[in-house]
């Protein structure tokens, strides 16, 4: 069966172009130009990953809100933020509302595709790691239960996305040595750029801080990557 994909994008032209390209790949694909239309239809039936404009006719933030939206309904659905705006203020705040990667509209569609399909095999993963026991790891005050993709810090819940997750859990897997961003891309099984690596650590950062203003469990080391912090172990 063909993996479904929802493109949700305003102009015509470049949802048809994304559309055209991503059927000459395999896919089937729902393209709509509004936010109304797309979550009325997707809130019955979820698609195997979103690719959201972040613009969307009069709503210039309508694609935010979107995701928002489906985030409410699936914490595993692959989310991709697809903009003409290349700036960090645009990245880290769709990142903040669960998004799973951001590109622009300049990329290249074999670089978008090969996001794309990195992003559905670590849903596939996911998938099938339900169906096994499930594994814990429990490092310190932390527990990172593997198959419910959950996690808590002094037994209370973070809410992770599913690309900080599978970060975090690179980290923790060795305390003290350094993973490199290509090595924390490798774990979420996705392709991002540096700048979308640090908005997730910074992201997963804030998240502890929200319940633990002592946090300190992921250090930097600069040029390098991140390390978990041994003496949280």
């Known amino acids: 069966m063909k993996r479904h994909i ?8 470049i949802r048809e172009n994304y559309r055209d ?3 000459r790949r395999g896919y089937r694909v729902s393209a709509y130009g509004d936010r109304t239309s797309a979550f009325q239809v997707l809130r019955t ?14 709503e210039p933030e309508g694609g935010f809100t979107l ?3 489906l985030r409410s309904l699936s914490k595993t659905l692959p989310i991709i933020f697809l903009t003409a ?12 509302l669960g998004a799973d990667d951001y590109v622009t509209k300049d990329m290249s569609m074999d670089h978008l595709l090969a996001r794309v ?3 559905l095999r670590r849903a596939d993963a996911w998938a099938e790691a339900l169906k096994q026991p499930d594994e814990v790891v429990h490092r310190g005050r932390l ?3 593997v198959d419910r993709m959950t996690a808590e810090w002094n037994a209370q819940p973070i809410d992770l996305t599913v690309t900080e997750f599978w970060m975090l859990h690179s980290l923790v897997q060795h305390p003290g040595h350094v993973r490199s961003r290509d090595q924390l891309m490798e774990a979420a099984s996705t392709v991002l ?13 804030r998240k502890f801080l929200q319940i633990d203003e002592a946090f300190d469990g992921i250090h930097t080391a600069y040029g390098m990557g991140y390390r978990w912090n041994a003496h949280e172990a």
Not at 45 to 58: K, N, Y
Not at 85 to 96: A, F, K, P, Y
Not at 193 to 205: A, E, G, P, Q, Y
């Open 67 to 69: 995701c928002q939206d």
């Open 45 to 58: 039936a979820l698609p195997d990953l979103a690719i959201i404009d972040v613009g969307l006719g009069d």
């Open 6 to 13: 929802v493109l949700i994008e305003d102009e015509p032209a």
């Open 21 to 23: 390209a991503f059927e």
């Open 143 to 145: 527990a990172l239960n």
């Open 85 to 96: 705006r290349d700036s960090d203020i645009d990245s880290v705040h769709g990142l903040r």
């Open 193 to 205: 750029d540096d700048n979308t690596v640090t908005s997730h650590i910074k992201r997963i950062r």
């Open 117 to 119: 399909t990195a992003l």
